[in-house]
């Protein structure tokens, strides 16, 4: 629970540092190969498979069977949890209101899914100078040298040769929402992207 306040604590404070004239990008366009990383709970289980666990409230439940994954859910359910995360190799997706899904984490080091955005391919091949040729204005107005970086907060990772850039989503949730997809590089490499989906 403490990680998870850490992880709002800082995203709050990196949303009220960013200048608004960063990019706003579709982040409902992103897909593993059809798989919308945002949408149906459902069709996103039949298309990339059940996970290998689920988190909830600490809680880790090993998946075997869709009803376990039900299970889960449910349970989640009874205990008012806020946040029930899939946990696939190197990716983490969040069980939200619904029956609707959204990405928390992908750890390019662990998985290799790549993940379609319009005409880009994000992987562990896309590279920091790709990455200022896309974004910019993220790569003008970093937070991080501010008030730090999600990917520390969630991973305990830091030092020398890591790069990290927000841009804001859009959000069907509101129109003064301005939740934050952080880009984290090791060396000119991605390495990891963090949804901040609060």
Do not use: W
């Not at 996970?51 to 359910?77: C, H, M, R, Y």
């Not at 091949?125 to 790569?139: A, G, I, R």
């Not at 991080?144 to 907060?153: E, T």
């Amino acid at each position: 629970m403490k990680h998870i306040v850490s992880l709002l604590l800082l995203a709050l404070s990196m949303s009220a540092c960013i200048n608004h004239s960063i990019e706003k990008i579709d982040a409902y366009k992103m897909r593993f190969d059809e798989s919308f990383l945002f949408g149906d709970f459902d069709a996103f289980i039949d298309s990339v498979g059940l996970p290998p666990a689920v988190l909830v409230l600490g809680d880790t439940f090993e998946i075997k069977t869709k009803e376990d994954l039900n299970q889960a859910i449910t349970l989640s359910e009874e205990k008012h949890a806020d946040a029930v995360f899939l946990q696939y190799v190197g990716v983490e997706m969040e069980y939200m209101y619904n029956n609707y899904i959204a990405p928390s984490a992908i750890d390019f080091r662990q998985t290799k899914r790549n993940v379609y955005f319009n005409d880009v391919i994000f992987n562990a091949d896309f590279t920091l100078e790709q990455y200022t040729q896309l974004f910019p204005m993220s790569v003008v107005n970093r937070t991080d040298r501010v008030v730090g970086s999600l990917f520390q907060v969630k991973t305990q990772e830091g030092g020398e040769g890591y790069d990290h850039f927000s841009v804001i989503r859009k959000s069907k949730d509101g129109p003064l929402a301005d939740p934050m997809i952080e880009f984290t590089f090791k060396d000119g490499k991605l390495i990891y992207i963090f949804f901040a989906n609060f």
